[in-house]
């Protein structure tokens, strides 16, 4: 059992690498008014099926904690989107050769990337109240992203997201 526990937070901790959260909200909006909430209808995450249903389950775990409740009659509507993509290249090797005198010159220079890409997915949550203030809560989050992670590895790492994006909310600690 003891080696089990390392191998899930070895695990969570390789998965999850940073996960970088920006929060922005409704300074006006009375959060302790929201109690209930569901996801909107045409909820399209651009995440694969597998991963949505993980991203979903984490969140509605989250939110429960939080003493929210999934409701047919919500105070607020989610909406979740998402997307991937490869970061350049940033470390370069430069290799040069040059010549001058009298007026003439001349050179050639050659970058070869050093490293791998690395994959980073921004997933958005907007929190939406369509009979008062609209849009009222909004988290951007970024972490690294392996296309080819094993299951556990993606549930963790899903768990991980949330958590850090639930984190502050209701802002100012109303709940």
Known sequence: MKYASLFLLALLLVACGA?????????????DN???YNYYAELN????????K??????????????FMLSDSPDFLVNIQSQAYQ????S???MGVGGGGRNVGGGISIGIPVGKSTYNRQI???FVDDDKTGLFWEAVSESN??????PEQREAQMKAIVTKVLSKYPPGGNK
Do not use: I, W
């Not at 970061?87 to 940033?90: E, Y």
């Not at 992203?145 to 094993?150: E, G, M, R, T």
């Open 19 to 31: 996960v970088r959260v920006d929060y922005d909200y409704e300074k006006s909006t009375n959060f």
């Open 34 to 36: 929201y109690k209930t």
């Open 45 to 52: 995450t651009g995440l694969g099926d597998l991963d949505t």
């Open 54 to 67: 993980r991203l979903l389950d984490a969140f509605d775990a989250e939110m429960q904690v939080k003493g």
């Open 87 to 90: 970061d350049t290249q940033r």
């Open 92 to 94: 370069n090797v430069g």
């Open 124 to 126: 958005t949550f907007h």
């Open 145 to 150: 992203y392996n296309p080819k992670a094993k």
